[in-house]
C-alpha cells in the first residue's frame, strides 16, 4: 500500500470565482480573479478564459495589479507566498517567501516598494486574531526571494478584504471590524477610532460589512447589517466627526465601491440589484435589476469604463458604464446542498449535477466551464423564504448519453409529498436534452435511488426506481404503437418487492445481465430478460448503504457498505461473501474504465481516501484526510489524453481523474507530480499565439489550421511546389521595394492568387478518357522537349555508360497523378514577378 506518493489535493476544476474581489485591467480588456488555487486571466470582451496562473500550493486569498507596473499583478495565498506575475503572457516573474498565511494584500501608489497584507499573529497560524502588517519587497534579481521583516499597521483587523480599504491615494487606511471604524493615518502616525452601538432606536443592527474610501476626499463609506450605508466624513478630526446615511437596501449590503473618479457610489447585496449613487446629490440613484443572485463583490476598472460583480451563485458579470450588461462568466453552481450525485454525462464528458433552483447544470471539467443549465421543473422559481417548491433530487444517465431520467419533489407542511418523473431524451438537432414522458407520483413514498441500463440482448433502455413505499418498479421504453409521428415513450413494465422490506440501493452490472436492488441487510439479484429472482445474498447485519458491481475483470464481483461499517464483496459465480473488512466507509465508487474501486472513509471528523481492486488483498493507494469533513459526492471523469510517465503508485489516475464534493461544497481533485510538471512547463512557455484573444473563432481556425498541418505532413502524395531559393533576387526586391512604388494590391494579388492555384488531381469519370488522350499527347511532346534540350543544354557532356543507362531504367516510375502534377508546375507562369519588378523600377 503507497501513501501520497506525489499525489496532492488541489481546488482545480469548478473553483470558486467569487470567493475574493476580481480585478480589471487599466486597459479594460483582461478580467483576474481568484480561483481555488490559480488566477484566472479572461477577456472582458468574449468571457474566453486565457489564461491560468499556476504556482501556488494554496488557496489564493488576494490579488492586485502592481502600482508601478499595471501588466504585473501580485497574488497572495495561504501558502505563505507573494507572486509576481506578467499576466498578458501568464508568466511568473518572482515569488516572495513571507512564511504566514496570507488572507488579503493592498499597495498605494504612495508606499512605492510595500505592501500590506494581513495575516495572523506571528508564530500563530490557528489565531483568530488578524493584522494589518506592511512588507518591504526586497530588490534582488533571484525568482525567489526571502522577504524582510514585517511591520505592523493595525493590530486586530478583519479577515474580510473587503472591511479594508486605502483612502486619498494611500494617505490614510481605514478598517471595520464589529460595531468600530478605525483609521490609520500614515503621516500622524497613529489611529483614530469610531465606535458604533450594537442598535440603533428602530432596532437595526450597526455592525459593519464592508468600506470603500473615496479616491478625492477624506470621505469613508460603509456598508451595514440592517442595510444602511453611512458617509463618514471629517474624519481627520476624531471628535467633529459627521456621517450621513443613505438607505435602500432591505438587507446586508456586502460591498461598497467608488468610481474612479468619486463621482457615483456602487452598492449591492442579496436583492441582486446594483445600485448607483450619486455622491453630490445623494437623493438621486440608478438601478440595475435581476441580476440572478446576490451581489458579493463590486470593482470597478481604473479607467471606469467597467463594472464588475461576483455573485453569489459563482458568476461574475461585467457591466458598461451606462448600468448595461456586457457578458457574464459563469463558474460551477453550487447551492446549500447537492441534491442529485455527481454525474458525467456519456456525450459531452461534462459534469452534471444542482445547479440554478430547478436546473441541472453541465460543466466541463477540462475547460473549467459552464456550458449550460438544463431547466428540469420548467416554472418561475419565487425567491421567498418558507415557500416549498419543486426540487430536482434524482439524475441518472444511460451509458449512451441518450436518456436522462430526474425526480422532482415538494413537500409542503400540510399535504403529502409530490413526485414527478421526467425522461429526457437527446436531441442531436438542438444538441440537448427534449422532454419525453412525464410521470406524475411514480411511487407513492419518497424515491431512494435510481439507475439507467441499455440491455444489449433485447436492444432496449430499462429505468429501476426504487422507493421507500416497499417497492421498485422498472420503467421500459417502448416504440409508438399508432403512429409514425409520436416518439417512443416510457411506461411501467414490472413492480418488484422482496417479504414487505424498504429497497434503499440498484445498480445494474457492466453488461446488463444483472440487477441488484438492496432491501435492508438482503441484497436480491434479479434477471432482467424475465424479472426473476435469481439468488439473494447474506452479510452481517446492517442496512446497505451502497452497492457497486465490479469492472472488467472484476466484473463477477459485487460490492456493499453497511451502516454497521463494513465494506463487503461478493463472488456472483459462487454466491458467497468473499470477503469483507471493517470501514466507516461513506462512499463507494467504481471506475468506469479500470477495474480500480474508490472508498472514502470517516474517521476523527476528517475523510480518507482508499484505492483497490476487488481481486487484491492489499489498497493500491491510500491518503490520508483529503479533507474535513466527510464525502457524500464523487465521480470519475475520463481524461481526454491518457496520462504518460506516471508513477507506479498514481496508475490509478491514468485514465480517469476523480472528483470530490466536501461538506462545505468545495470541488477537489488529485493532481500527480507529472501532471503538475507538465502544467508548470505549459504555462512558462511564451508563444507569439497567446497575445491573441482566445474567441471562439480562434479556436476554430486554429483547429482547423492544425488538422491541415497534419494532413500535409501524413499525405505522402501532396502536390508538390519547387520552392524559390532564399536568394531570389526578384523576392528579395520585392521585399525591399518601398510601399509606394509599388502596383495596385489588386494586380499584385490577382497574379498571385492565380500562380497558387492547383488544379484537382483526381479527374472525374466522366473527363477520364479525354484526359488521358491529352496526357498521352503532352508525353510526347515533353519527350521530344526533353531531347532538344539534352542536345542543347549538355553539348560537352560524355556518353553515359551502358550500366549507367539500365539504372537509370530502373529507378522507381512515378503515378500519372505525380507526373500530370509535375507537369502543371513546370508550365506555372512566374513572369508577375518580372511584371512587378519592370513596374518598381
Same mark, same amino acid.
Request: some cysteine; glycine content about 6%; aromatic content about 8%.
Given at each position: 500500500?503507497?501513501?501520497?506518493?506525489?499525489?496532492?489535493?488541489?481546488?482545480?476544476?469548478?473553483?470558486?470565482?467569487?470567493?475574493?474581489?476580481?480585478?480589471?485591467?487599466?486597459?479594460?480588456?483582461?478580467?483576474?480573479? +481568484?480561483?481555488?488555487?490559480?488566477?484566472?486571466?479572461?477577456? !472582458?470582451?468574449?468571457?474566453?478564459?486565457?489564461?491560468?496562473?499556476?504556482?501556488?500550493?494554496?488557496?489564493?486569498?488576494?490579488?492586485?495589479?502592481?502600482?508601478?507596473?499595471?501588466?504585473?499583478?501580485?497574488?497572495?495565498?495561504?501558502?505563505?507566498?507573494?507572486?509576481?506575475?506578467?499576466?498578458?503572457?501568464?508568466?511568473?516573474?518572482?515569488?516572495?517567501?513571507?512564511?504566514?498565511?496570507?488572507?488579503?494584500?493592498?499597495?498605494?501608489?504612495?508606499?512605492?516598494?510595500?505592501?500590506?497584507?494581513?495575516?495572523?499573529?506571528?508564530?500563530?497560524?490557528?489565531?483568530?486574531?488578524?493584522?494589518?502588517?506592511?512588507?518591504?519587497?526586497?530588490?534582488?534579481?533571484?525568482?525567489?526571494?526571502?522577504?524582510?521583516?514585517?511591520?505592523?499597521?493595525?493590530?486586530?483587523?478583519?479577515?474580510?478584504?473587503?472591511?479594508?480599504?486605502?483612502?486619498?491615494?494611500?494617505?490614510?487606511?481605514?478598517?471595520?471590524?464589529?460595531?468600530?471604524?478605525?483609521?490609520?493615518?500614515?503621516?500622524?502616525?497613529?489611529?483614530?477610532?469610531?465606535?458604533?452601538?450594537?442598535?440603533?432606536?428602530?432596532?437595526?443592527?450597526?455592525?459593519?460589512?464592508?468600506?470603500?474610501?473615496?479616491?478625492?476626499?477624506?470621505?469613508?463609506?460603509?456598508?451595514?447589517?440592517?442595510?444602511?450605508?453611512?458617509? @463618514?466624513?471629517?474624519?481627520?478630526?476624531?471628535?467633529?466627526?459627521?456621517?450621513?446615511?443613505?438607505?435602500?437596501?432591505?438587507? +446586508?449590503?456586502?460591498?461598497?465601491?467608488?468610481?474612479?473618479?468619486?463621482?457615483?457610489?456602487?452598492?449591492?447585496?442579496?436583492?441582486?440589484?446594483?445600485?448607483? @449613487?450619486?455622491? !453630490?446629490?445623494?437623493?438621486?440613484?440608478?438601478?440595475?435589476?435581476?441580476?440572478?443572485?446576490?451581489?458579493?463583490?463590486?470593482?470597478?476598472?481604473?479607467?471606469?469604463?467597467?463594472?464588475?460583480?461576483?455573485?453569489?451563485?459563482?458568476?461574475?458579470?461585467?457591466?458598461?458604464?451606462?448600468?448595461?450588461?456586457?457578458?457574464?462568466?459563469?463558474?460551477?453552481?453550487?447551492?446549500?446542498?447537492?441534491?442529485?450525485?455527481?454525474?458525467?454525462?456519456?456525450?459531452?464528458?461534462?459534469?452534471?449535477?444542482?445547479?440554478?433552483?430547478?436546473?441541472?447544470?453541465?460543466?466541463?471539467?477540462?475547460?473549467?466551464?459552464?456550458?449550460?443549465?438544463?431547466?428540469?421543473?420548467?416554472?418561475?422559481?419565487?425567491?421567498?423564504?418558507?415557500?416549498?417548491?419543486?426540487?430536482?433530487?434524482?439524475?441518472?444517465?444511460?451509458?449512451?448519453?441518450?436518456?436522462?431520467?430526474?425526480?422532482? &419533489?415538494?413537500?409542503?407542511?400540510?399535504?403529502?409529498?409530490?413526485?414527478?418523473?421526467?425522461?429526457?431524451?437527446?436531441?442531436?438537432?438542438?444538441?440537448?436534452?427534449?422532454?419525453?414522458?412525464?410521470? $406524475?407520483?411514480?411511487?407513492?413514498?419518497?424515491?431512494?435511488?435510481?439507475?439507467?441500463?441499455?440491455?444489449?440482448?433485447?436492444?432496449?433502455?430499462?429505468?429501476?426506481?426504487?422507493?421507500?413505499?416497499?417497492?421498485?418498479?422498472?420503467?421500459?421504453?417502448?416504440?409508438?404503437?399508432?403512429?409514425?409521428?409520436?416518439?417512443?415513450?416510457?411506461?411501467?413494465?414490472?413492480?418488484?418487492?422482496?417479504?414487505?422490506?424498504?429497497?434503499?440501493?440498484?445498480?445494474?452490472?457492466?453488461?446488463?445481465?444483472?440487477?441488484?436492488?438492496?432491501?435492508?441487510?438482503?441484497?436480491?439479484?434479479?434477471?432482467?430478460?424475465?424479472?426473476?429472482?435469481?439468488?439473494?445474498?447474506?452479510?452481517?447485519?446492517?442496512?446497505?448503504?451502497?452497492?457497486?458491481?465490479?469492472?472488467?475483470?472484476?466484473?463477477?464481483?459485487?460490492?456493499?457498505?453497511? &451502516?454497521?461499517?463494513?465494506?463487503?464483496?461478493?463472488?456472483?459465480?459462487?454466491?458467497?461473501?468473499? @470477503?469483507?473488512?471493517?470501514?466507516?466507509?461513506?462512499?463507494?465508487?467504481?471506475?468506469?474504465?479500470?477495474?480500480?474501486?474508490? =472508498?472514502?472513509?470517516?474517521?476523527?471528523?476528517?475523510?480518507?481516501?482508499?484505492?483497490?481492486?476487488?481481486?487484491?488483498?492489499?489498497?493500491?493507494?491510500?491518503?490520508?484526510?483529503?479533507?474535513?469533513?466527510?464525502?457524500?459526492?464523487?465521480?470519475?471523469?475520463?481524461?481526454?489524453?491518457?496520462?504518460?510517465?506516471?508513477?507506479?503508485?498514481?496508475?490509478?489516475?491514468?485514465?480517469?481523474?476523480?472528483?470530490?464534493?466536501?461538506?462545505?461544497?468545495?470541488?477537489?481533485?488529485?493532481?500527480?507530480?507529472?501532471?503538475?510538471?507538465?502544467?508548470?512547463?505549459?504555462?512558462?512557455?511564451?508563444?507569439?499565439?497567446?497575445?491573441?484573444?482566445?474567441?471562439?473563432?480562434?479556436?476554430?481556425?486554429?483547429?482547423?489550421?492544425?488538422?491541415?498541418?497534419?494532413?500535409?505532413?501524413?499525405?505522402?502524395?501532396?502536390?508538390?511546389?519547387?520552392?524559390?531559393?532564399?536568394?531570389?533576387?526578384?523576392?528579395?526586391?520585392?521585399?525591399?521595394?518601398? =510601399?509606394?512604388?509599388?502596383? $495596385?494590391?489588386?494586380?499584385?494579388?490577382?497574379?498571385?492568387?492565380?500562380?497558387?492555384?492547383?488544379?484537382?488531381?483526381?479527374?472525374?469519370?466522366?473527363?477520364?478518357?479525354?484526359?488521358?488522350?491529352?496526357?498521352?499527347?503532352?508525353?510526347?511532346?515533353?519527350?521530344?522537349?526533353?531531347?532538344?534540350?539534352?542536345?542543347?543544354?549538355?553539348?560537352?557532356?560524355?556518353?553515359?555508360?551502358?550500366?549507367?543507362?539500365?539504372?537509370?531504367?530502373?529507378?522507381?516510375?512515378?503515378?500519372?497523378?505525380?507526373?500530370?502534377?509535375?507537369?502543371?508546375?513546370?508550365?506555372?507562369?512566374?513572369? @508577375?514577378?518580372?511584371?512587378?519588378?519592370?513596374?518598381?523600377?
Amino acid at each position: 500500500m503507497v501513501e501520497h506518493a506525489g499525489i496532492r489535493v488541489v481546488h482545480r476544476g469548478g473553483s470558486k470565482l467569487n470567493f475574493r474581489e476580481p480585478v480589471i485591467s487599466n486597459d479594460s480588456r483582461f478580467l483576474l480573479c +481568484a480561483s481555488g488555487e490559480c488566477v484566472k486571466v479572461f477577456s !472582458t470582451s468574449t468571457e474566453e478564459c486565457l489564461h491560468d496562473l499556476r504556482g501556488h500550493t494554496d488557496l489564493v486569498t488576494g490579488l492586485l495589479l502592481k502600482p508601478t507596473n499595471h501588466l504585473q499583478l501580485y497574488s497572495c495565498s495561504t501558502d505563505g507566498t507573494v507572486r509576481l506575475w506578467d499576466f498578458t503572457d501568464g508568466i511568473l516573474i518572482k515569488t516572495y517567501v513571507i512564511g504566514c498565511p496570507i488572507y488579503s494584500i493592498y499597495a498605494s501608489a504612495h508606499h512605492e516598494g510595500i505592501i500590506f497584507i494581513v495575516t495572523p499573529p506571528l508564530g500563530d497560524k490557528r489565531s483568530e486574531l488578524f493584522q494589518l502588517v506592511a512588507l518591504h519587497l526586497p530588490q534582488s534579481g533571484e525568482q525567489l526571494v526571502e522577504a524582510g521583516e514585517l511591520s505592523a499597521v493595525l493590530s486586530d483587523v478583519s479577515a474580510n478584504p473587503a472591511t479594508i480599504a486605502f483612502g486619498r491615494g494611500g494617505q490614510f487606511i481605514a478598517s471595520a471590524k464589529g460595531l468600530q471604524l478605525e483609521v490609520y493615518f500614515f503621516k500622524k502616525q497613529k489611529p483614530y477610532r469610531f465606535p458604533l452601538k450594537e442598535d440603533n432606536k428602530k432596532g437595526g443592527k450597526n455592525t459593519f460589512t464592508c468600506l470603500a474610501c473615496h479616491p478625492k476626499d477624506d470621505c469613508i463609506a460603509t456598508g451595514h447589517e440592517d442595510g444602511k450605508i453611512r458617509l @463618514w466624513r471629517n474624519i481627520n478630526q476624531k471628535k467633529e466627526y459627521t456621517y450621513s446615511t443613505l438607505h435602500w437596501h432591505h438587507n +446586508a449590503v456586502s460591498s461598497l465601491c467608488f468610481t474612479p473618479e468619486g463621482t457615483n457610489l456602487l452598492s449591492g447585496g442579496v436583492e441582486s440589484v446594483l445600485v448607483q @449613487w450619486r455622491y !453630490t446629490q445623494e437623493n438621486e440613484k440608478d438601478f440595475l435589476p435581476r441580476l440572478g443572485a446576490a451581489i458579493t463583490h463590486i470593482t470597478v476598472s481604473p479607467d471606469g469604463a467597467l463594472f464588475c460583480t461576483s455573485h453569489s451563485d459563482n458568476k461574475i458579470t461585467i457591466i458598461q458604464s451606462c448600468v448595461k450588461v456586457s457578458s457574464i462568466i459563469q463558474g460551477l453552481v453550487k447551492g446549500e446542498s447537492v441534491k442529485t450525485d455527481l454525474m458525467v454525462d456519456p456525450r459531452s464528458k461534462a459534469m452534471v449535477l444542482n445547479g440554478k433552483p430547478g436546473h441541472l447544470q453541465f460543466y466541463s471539467l477540462h475547460r473549467d466551464k459552464l456550458l449550460y443549465n438544463l431547466d428540469i421543473v420548467q416554472q418561475e422559481y419565487i425567491h421567498e423564504a418558507g415557500l416549498q417548491q419543486f426540487e430536482v433530487v434524482k439524475a441518472a444517465f444511460d451509458t449512451s448519453g441518450k436518456w436522462l431520467a430526474t425526480v422532482e &419533489e415538494r413537500k409542503q407542511k400540510s399535504a403529502e409529498l409530490e413526485l414527478i418523473l421526467k425522461l429526457w431524451a437527446f436531441d442531436e438537432q438542438t444538441q440537448s436534452f427534449m422532454l419525453n414522458t412525464t410521470i $406524475s407520483s411514480p411511487h407513492e413514498a419518497q424515491i431512494t435511488a435510481m439507475c439507467l441500463c441499455h440491455v444489449t440482448d433485447s436492444q432496449t433502455t430499462m429505468l429501476v426506481s426504487t422507493s421507500k413505499d416497499g417497492h421498485f418498479k422498472v420503467w421500459q421504453v417502448a416504440a409508438p404503437a399508432h403512429t409514425e409521428d409520436e416518439g417512443p415513450s416510457w411506461s411501467c413494465d414490472f413492480v418488484g418487492s422482496y417479504h414487505g422490506l424498504v429497497p434503499a440501493r440498484c445498480c445494474f452490472s457492466t453488461d446488463g445481465s444483472l440487477l441488484a436492488v438492496s432491501f435492508k441487510e438482503v441484497v436480491t439479484l434479479w434477471s432482467p430478460s424475465s424479472w426473476e429472482l435469481l439468488t439473494t445474498l447474506s452479510q452481517p447485519p446492517g442496512a446497505i448503504r451502497d452497492l457497486c458491481f465490479g469492472r472488467l475483470s472484476c466484473s463477477k464481483y459485487l460490492l456493499g457498505t453497511t &451502516e454497521n461499517r463494513l465494506l463487503c464483496c461478493w463472488n456472483l459465480l459462487t454466491c458467497s461473501l468473499e @470477503w469483507s473488512t471493517a470501514m466507516d466507509i461513506s462512499l463507494l465508487l467504481a471506475d468506469p474504465l479500470s477495474e480500480n474501486m474508490v =472508498a472514502f472513509c470517516s474517521q476523527d471528523e476528517c475523510t480518507d481516501l482508499f484505492v483497490f481492486k476487488p481481486n487484491e488483498p492489499r489498497p493500491l493507494f491510500s491518503h490520508k484526510a483529503v479533507c474535513s469533513g466527510r464525502v457524500t459526492r464523487a465521480v470519475f471523469a475520463p481524461r481526454e489524453e491518457m496520462l504518460e510517465g506516471c508513477e507506479e503508485s498514481s496508475q490509478w489516475l491514468n485514465r480517469s481523474q476523480l472528483y470530490f464534493l466536501t461538506q462545505y461544497m468545495d470541488l477537489l481533485t488529485f493532481t500527480t507530480k507529472a501532471e503538475e510538471d507538465r502544467l508548470m512547463a505549459s504555462s512558462k512557455q511564451l508563444l507569439i499565439n497567446d497575445s491573441v484573444a482566445m474567441t471562439p473563432f480562434r479556436l476554430l481556425l486554429g483547429k482547423r489550421q492544425q488538422q491541415q498541418e497534419n494532413q500535409d505532413t501524413l499525405s505522402g502524395l501532396s502536390a508538390e511546389r519547387t520552392p524559390l531559393p532564399q536568394a531570389s533576387a526578384a523576392v528579395r526586391e520585392l521585399l525591399q521595394t518601398p =510601399a509606394h512604388v509599388l502596383p $495596385s494590391t489588386s494586380l499584385l494579388c490577382s497574379m498571385f492568387i492565380n500562380s497558387l492555384l492547383i488544379s484537382n488531381s483526381e479527374p472525374r469519370e466522366e473527363n477520364k478518357d479525354v484526359e488521358e488522350m491529352e496526357s498521352e499527347k503532352e508525353e510526347d511532346e515533353d519527350d521530344s522537349e526533353g531531347e532538344m534540350e539534352s542536345s542543347t543544354s549538355r553539348p560537352k557532356t560524355a556518353s553515359l555508360p551502358q550500366g549507367a543507362g539500365s539504372a537509370e531504367t530502373t529507378a522507381p516510375s512515378l503515378t500519372k497523378a505525380q507526373v500530370r502534377e509535375l507537369r502543371r508546375v513546370k508550365k506555372l507562369d512566374y513572369s @508577375w514577378l518580372s511584371d512587378v519588378l519592370d513596374t518598381s523600377t
